[in-house]
């Protein structure tokens, strides 16, 4: 598969937000510039297939940034979604993302339609295979990892679990299923952290904001604001921030190195 990137450009990464959504900021131009700028290998995850050119163009300068094609579980039920035009557009797209499911009181009368819509994404990526997915999972750890079992792991393709919040158990499989996880700052402020650390091996982590979704202070969080994790995640695995940071873009190199030959 052709790359869209040098890889080798990693060398040169400063700090990895792998789930943010760079298009729903009100200066989002900026906002990918930034990235540039800053030298933030972003994945920029999408809500619908119908942001993907206005994305790709965003980031069509930048080095950093990748795009995901998204099919976000809270817009399910809103006709949003279109799966054909995600078909028609997977073959463009490395990444994919935000897809999944969401079992929380707001979403849970559309779980079923979720279910069936994240099942046909599945199977799409697995019958494409090489692509790594940017997966939420809100109450649905379980049925996740079922479908990443039977669709797309562990050889077809690499899944980014994002503000993962299952159980020890679930961490364990999800390990064996070859799964990343992208880990932001409200999850390190928790004390359950500490089990997952211990659950999932370090080479495994990747770092995001979820911003806008999530604050830095009280503004949203901008993918700069990355670092704060950063220092929070090399203080709880007893790394300084210098080994945090390279173990960060050593762990984004395997992930997308490994998807260069998928
Ligand atoms: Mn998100």
């Known amino acids: 598969m052709a790359s869209q990137r040098d890889p080798m450009v990693n060398r040169d990464v400063a700090l990895v937000d ?67 035009l995600f078909e028609r557009l997977l073959p463009e797209s490395r990444f994919v993302g935000e897809i999944g499911l969401d079992a929380g009181p707001s979403y849970y009368r559309h779980y ?44 077809k393709c690499r899944a980014v679990l994002h503000w993962f919040t299952g159980s020890s158990s679930d961490a ?13 700052a409200p999850m390190l402020a928790k004390p359950e952290i500490a089990k997952f650390l211990a659950v999932v091996p370090k080479g495994r982590l990747l770092t995001e904001t979820d911003g806008p979704f999530t604050l830095s202070g009280t503004a949203p969080a901008r993918p700069a604001d990355v670092a704060r994790t ?26 997308e190195d490994w998807s260069e030959i998928g």
């Open 230 to 255: 950063v220092t929070r995640l090399a203080a709880l695995l007893n790394l300084d921030e210098f080994e945090c940071r390279a173990l960060l873009r050593n762990n984004l190199s395997a992930l």
């Open 18 to 84: 792998y789930h943010c959504h760079l298009d729903l900021y009100p200066d989002c131009v900026r906002q990918f510039a930034a990235c540039t700028q800053q030298a933030i290998a972003t994945l920029a995850v999408t809500t619908t297939p119908r942001a993907w050119t206005r994305n790709k163009e965003m980031a069509a300068a930048s080095a950093y940034v990748r795009v995901g094609l998204g099919m976000h579980p809270h817009l399910v039920g809103t006709g949003e979604l279109d799966i054909r």
């Open 172 to 184: 364990r499989r999800a390990v064996s299923l070859g799964c990343y996880f992208s880990v932001n």
């Open 112 to 155: 079923q339609e979720q279910k069936m819509l994240f099942d046909q994404i599945l199977r799409l990526c697995g019958a494409a295979s090489g692509k790594i997915l940017s997966i939420h999972s809100v109450r649905s750890a379980k049925d996740v990892l079922q479908g990443i079992e039977q669709h797309i792991a562990p050889s």
